[in-house]
């Protein structure tokens, strides 16, 4: 059976490294924390080679000190071309590996000095509450692995985000070509009438909202990019990205612009992808 | 009758269902696992990411005949919903090619048929076969004898060579589908009503009070769907070395 098997290599100060956490009522998960660091690559990559075995396994490791993991090494030592493997980096505190507003996993605001580095301490919020047994609660909540799995398993993969946009605007890029064939008062109004019950401002909210998700990834306005570097937007292509004023649409009539930015969007979106897939071949 | 398949699409299929009613003058129905199977002849629109979903490969499975007409967003796709210019009329123009434009390339399909044999990490589908045919001949003879206990017989052979059994035709009916479009279609009901006569003969074991001995069809229907999927593995592999020999390098 194909297990999912999170790995977080951060600063840790526990001893009993590395140790190995269950997922609420998910027996195919798990997690391992570990600290790992640059001149321990060996061992990490030992590790991961013995719990690779044909399941599916996530490492997010922290990129600066104290761990100082190269991901591009790391990739290199594993020889990293299988789809069952995924590696990401995280650093200074961005990322949603890391705790806050009941999502994520390590709260990393506590104080070295005393014990604020340890697996007790960064866990706490995410541990399933065990009363019977405090001192041996290994288990962490489904929602927050789950929702540190979505994002850097699925979500920070190009295809995942190409495949976003055109669910988000596809359906509308399909409705403004009927506006452009149909022509007939009748036919107008009858359609106008369909399509306002389809594109309701809620509608609108979820596509604003979905667009802003997609481009918190694909271009982020200050936080540092979280894309893999041969994935990450030139400055020319985010300026493509964003040039369709989706804020201002409120209606089916509004949108008529898509029509020339959506095309061009997923053409660029796909070139990127392709590259990358040349130069993996 | 005009059919599309989604099921990660919904939005995108009202907006079809718009374009076909205002602009083709035609109905566009959403075809899901819980439809009835479409008359023969029917158009079947799918998207090129959705074209091998399990559900949907089940469902052209059961049909006889059935124009399968493969939509997407690159240049190159037989529809391109994204750049073509008029699509009512790349609609047109795909419905009228003769022959049908290929929506499953041999390529794919046989990559496909890769995976089925090899195995997504698990056991070979061939040598899970070998395992039940190992423990069903064995536990076959061993009856035959009447000096082996049937509580052990039951637990050494017959239980393992049911468990493995059933392995193969969870494996096998998931791919059954592409079997037949990848010109597999006879063997493929050969091997699925040889399972039927295995399982069959193998429910007989519930009702009998002791060991029970095969039906002698039995275990050849078994060497039957072995020697097919051994004679398809073989042609897979040749095909592939012949079209893509760099993958051998």
Avoid at chain 1, 89 to 118: C, H, R
Wanted: proline share 3%; glycine share 4%; with cysteine.
């Amino acid at each position: 059976m194909e297990n999912k098997i999170l790995l977080i290599n951060w600063r840790f100060s526990d001893l009993n490294l590395p140790s190995i956490y269950k997922v609420e009522d998910d027996n195919s998960a798990k997690i391992i924390f570990s600290a790992y660091k640059n001149d321990d690559l060996e061992q990490f990559t030992s590790l991961v080679k013995k719990i690779l075995n044909n399941n599916k396994v996530l490492i997010l490791t922290h990129t600066n000190q104290p761990n100082n993991i190269s991901i591009d090494l790391l990739k290199t030592q594993l020889n990293n071309n299988s789809e069952k493997l995924k590696i990401r980096g995280f650093e200074g505190g961005f990322g949603k590996v890391y705790y806050s507003e009941g999502k994520g996993i390590i709260l990393a605001d506590g104080d070295p000095e005393n014990d604020g580095n340890t697996l007790l301490y960064c866990l706490q919020h995410a541990l399933v509450n065990d009363n019977d047994n405090d001192n041996d609660n290994d288990t962490i909540k489904k929602d927050n692995f789950d929702y540190v799995w979505n994002y850097y398993w699925d979500q920070l993969e190009l295809e995942y985000q190409k495949k976003k946009i055109i669910d988000l605007f596809l359906p509308l890029f399909i409705d403004i070509k009927i506006l452009n064939h149909i022509s007939a008062k009748e036919k107008n109004t009858a359609y106008l009438n369909e399509v306002k019950t389809e594109y309701t401002e809620s509608y609108f909210g979820k596509l604003k909202k979905g667009w802003k998700e997609i481009k918190n990834i694909l271009a982020p306005d200050q936080s540092p990019e979280v894309l893999e570097e041969q994935f990450q937007l030139t400055s020319e292509e985010k300026v493509l990205l964003s040039s369709s004023q989706l804020e201002e649409f409120s209606n089916i009539q509004s949108v008529s612009a898509l029509s020339e930015w959506f095309p061009q969007v997923v053409d660029m979106l796909n070139t990127k992808i392709d590259q990358d897939q040349s130069h993996i071949a | 009758m005009n059919y599309f398949f989604t099921v990660q699409y919904l939005n995108l299929y009202r907006s079809l269902d718009r374009y076909f009613r205002y602009v083709l003058n035609e109905k566009l129905t959403l075809l899901t696992e819980k439809s009835a199977i479409p008359e023969d002849n029917s158009k079947i629109y799918v998207l090129d990411t959705e074209k091998y979903d399990d559900r949907f490969l089940k469902i052209i499975s059961e049909m006889h005949k059935y124009h399968l007409i493969l939509l997407g967003i690159n240049e190159g796709d037989p529809i391109d919903l994204i750049h073509a210019t008029c699509l009512r009329n790349e609609i047109t123009r795909v419905l009228a090619s003769d022959p049908p434009v290929e929506v499953y390339k041999p390529d794919e399909l046989k990559d496909k048929l890769k995976l089925l044999f090899r195995g997504h990490g698990e056991q070979t589908l061939l040598g899970c076969l070998g395992e039940v045919y190992y423990y069903l001949w064995n536990y076959s003879e061993m009856a035959k004898t009447g000096s082996w206990p049937a509580e052990g017989l039951n637990e050494w052979f017959l239980m393992p060579g049911k468990r493995n059994l059933m392995e193969f035709t969870r494996r096998f009916t998931k791919y059954a589908p592409i079997l037949s479009l990848a010109g597999y279609s006879e063997e493929e009901k050969i091997i699925k009503r040889n399972l039927n006569l295995l399982n069959l003969d193998l429910l007989k074991t519930k009702e009998a009070n002791s060991l029970y001995i095969f039906n002698s069809e039995t275990l050849q229907s078994l060497q039957e769907i072995i020697t097919f999927l051994e004679k398809m593995a073989s042609e897979i592999d040749r095909k592939q070395d012949e079209t893509n020999p760099a993958d051998h390098r």
